[in-house]
């Protein structure tokens, strides 16, 4: 449970998908430090503080942009994000996000305009 | 009930529950909001020599004569400007092109129209932006699909929203088509961005500046109160935040 925690906390390289994150939530008491991952732009390790069986607290132990400097942010802003592989879904929706093949020729032709533009 | 037309050059959707046919004429409603987006593609695109924008990115009216709408515009994308570090800017090599913004906040505008009648329950969805009031027909959240940047025909992930917006800004099927303001050059290295927010301007506002934003979108969207993020990469994962997570139907 500890290891699934501290994975689950260690940054923006976190895999998880609902069950393990629901498995994360259901935590052993303690300070877990996680493992040291790269997250885009450098590396990144934190500690999270549990009590009580919920995450209370998120040390951020090593950050990308604070050449080592520990920077503490408290458990209601967490920085990390967590990582999935794509998968299709089959289920019923109301209605879809995305760019439409529509809004995709507008903007084609606006980028052909704007390269027009630009030369 | 549920219409779609095609206004400013996308397909533009009213979604109204049976159940609100009750107390209101739903058509006519629906009517309104059609008539309000077309008003909005007269005033504001980019591609009509005669609209207001067209006329503002030639100086022909200085932006102190623009209309009260063109003036709320012209604020709302100074602030985004500034928010996002230049990364969103409506001027781009001295073209002047409010799109990135116009359309979630053309969607929140005409939510309010409804609201004003009294709706409770309905969705406007303007080319894959969407606003969201109350519940669906079968008195449930909304389900959104986020559409597969890698096959736009599939759905990859489905949210469950209430009064809450929802905006994507992507590159799908061939190559990149937004320009990162700081440079000119197209923004690259994700696939698509999902931002969920209060609402469809707040959404696609920042959909769009962090898309510019590339694979640091995400985590830009995680430091933003009350807005969260579902960003794809190229390589066929997705990276989101946490309050993402909580939006998604198992």
């Known amino acids: 449970m500890a290891a699934a925690a501290s994975v689950a906390l260690a940054a923006a390289t976190a895999t998880a998908d609902a069950q393990a994150r629901a498995a994360a939530y259901n935590l052993a008491d303690g300070s877990f430090t996680g493992r040291r991952e790269y997250a885009y732009y450098g590396w990144m390790r934190v500690r999270a503080i549990v009590s009580g069986g919920r995450l209370r607290d998120v040390r951020i132990l090593e950050y990308p942009n604070d050449n080592g400097t520990s920077r503490y942010i408290n458990g209601v802003a967490l920085p990390y994000l967590i990582r999935e592989a794509v998968n299709v879904q089959s289920s019923r929706v109301d209605l879809i996000s995305g760019a439409t093949f529509t809004s995709d020729a507008f903007q084609k032709s606006l980028a052909d305009a704007l390269r027009r533009a630009g030369r | ?250």
């Not at chain 2, 159940?19 to 909001?33: F, G, L, P, T, Y």
């Not at chain 2, 005033?43 to 020599?49: Q, T």
């Not at chain 2, 940047?149 to 599939?154: A, E, G, H, L, R």
Request: hydrophobic share 40%.
């Open chain 2, 1 to 250: 009930m549920r219409r779609t037309e095609i206004i400013m050059g996308m397909p533009v959707t009213v979604v109204i529950p049976e159940r609100e046919r009750a107390d209101h004429d739903v058509d006519a409603s629906a009517e309104a909001v059609f008539a309000y987006f077309r008003d909005v593609d007269e005033r504001f695109s980019p591609f009509k020599v005669d609209s207001e924008t067209s006329r503002i990115g030639r100086r022909e009216i200085p932006p102190s004569e623009a209309s009260p709408e063109m003036q709320e515009v012209l604020r709302l994308s100074e602030e985004t400007r500034r928010m996002t570090n230049g990364y969103f800017d409506v001027w781009l090599r001295g073209r002047f092109d409010p799109s990135g913004l116009v359309k979630g906040w053309a969607i929140s505008r005409a939510a309010e129209i409804l609201d004003a009648e009294g709706y409770l329950s309905f969705s406007i969805e303007a080319g894959g932006d969407i606003e969201t009031r109350g519940a669906n027909d079968e008195g449930q959240p909304w389900l959104i699909g986020v559409r597969n940047p890698f096959d736009p025909s599939t759905v990859i992930r489905t949210v469950k929203l209430a009064n809450r917006g929802i905006a994507t800004s992507g590159t799908y099927i061939r190559g990149e088509h937004i320009y990162n303001p700081r440079t000119g050059e197209r923004a690259n290295g994700i696939a698509s961005l999902t931002v969920i927010g209060p609402n469809a301007y707040e959404a696609d506002r920042f959909a769009t500046a962090a898309f510019v934003m590339g694979r640091a979108g995400a985590q830009y969207v995680a430091g933003l109160e009350g807005l969260d993020a579902y960003m794809v990469e190229l390589n066929g994962d997705a990276v989101f935040t946490p309050g993402f997570a909580e939006y998604v139907q198992p």
